[in-house]
């Protein structure tokens, strides 16, 4: 793929935005060369966690300027094709079996913050920089942003993000529940690596019903999430992870999940 990279080690993906000479902008090839490649990580059930990181000196800038200075009759043919891509993409993602962390760094623009949102975790360089930033050229929001942010930071300030596209600050982006941890940019990758080994090595199917849990409980009334956690609870009883979970617990031992 000639923008994005995908690598597999053990049971942890690594996916990669790989522009760094164009700071990862999106453009329509990145949007073919994502879809494959989240294809491939939800049809391979061995996976425990996933990392979304971006090469070079960012996390992703934002849309591609250059494919916007086309004229409009021209974008009206490209943009289409494009933004059904990013969102097939954005909800795989999001749907994906195992927890997705984002590792950010650098600018986080645009659709670089839907890419982020769209993820389970995040962790942040403590000097990366933010901006929702389509209002500063004329657009709105795509990537599922409109979804993320109002439901997280309420709606004054997520129309003041929009509109305004005003930057703010990684301390700002975790004091808001935007990001979960910020850490020393030359700590970052150390940090990242740290938690993904936890996360792959925790009980994969037991997250996975967290992550069904707490995404479907936006669309559930209070008893059809009861009924949901029942279904869920008694799943979970009937895997590997939870009689090692219990038994571990039972010995005063430290588990060792499988993942089945």
């Known amino acids: 793929m000639e923008t994005i990279k995908l690598t597999l080690e053990d049971s942890i993906a690594t996916l990669a935005f790989n522009s760094p000479e164009v700071m990862n902008t999106f453009t329509s090839q990145m949007s073919i060369d994502l879809e494959s490649a989240i294809r491939t990580l939800e049809n391979n059930p061995s996976i425990r966690a996933v990392l979304l990181k971006g090469e070079g000196a960012c996390f992703m800038a934002g849309g591609d300027i250059n494919t916007f200075m086309n004229p409009p009759e021209v974008l009206g043919k490209v943009i289409p094709d494009v ?19 984002a590792c950010v760094h650098g600018s986080v623009a645009g659709a670089g913050v839907s890419f982020m949102l769209a993820c389970d975790l995040v962790i942040s360089a403590d000097n990366t920089i933010f901006s929702t930033a389509y209002c500063a050229i004329g657009t709105s929001p795509d990537g599922g942003s409109t979804y993320y942010l109002p439901r997280v930071l309420g709606t004054k300030r997520a129309m003041q993000l929009f509109m305004t596209s005003e930057r703010f600050s990684a301390e700002q982006a975790q004091e808001w529940g935007i990001v979960n941890w910020v850490v020393p940019a030359d700590a970052l990758e150390e940090q990242a690596n740290q938690m993904l080994l936890k996360l792959a090595n925790g009980p994969t199917k037991s997250f996975a019903k967290v992550k069904q849990l707490i995404y479907q409980s936006e669309q559930q ?9 029942r279904q869920c609870f008694l799943n979970s009883i009937q895997t590997e992870d939870f009689q090692i979970g219990v038994n571990a617990f039972i010995n005063k031992q430290a588990p060792k999940f499988t993942g089945k």
């Open 83 to 101: 933004i059904d891509r990013l969102h097939r993409s954005m909800l795989k993602l999001r749907q994906l079996h195992c927890p997705v962390l």
């Open 221 to 229: 009334t209070l008893a059809s999430q009861f009924e949901l956690e």
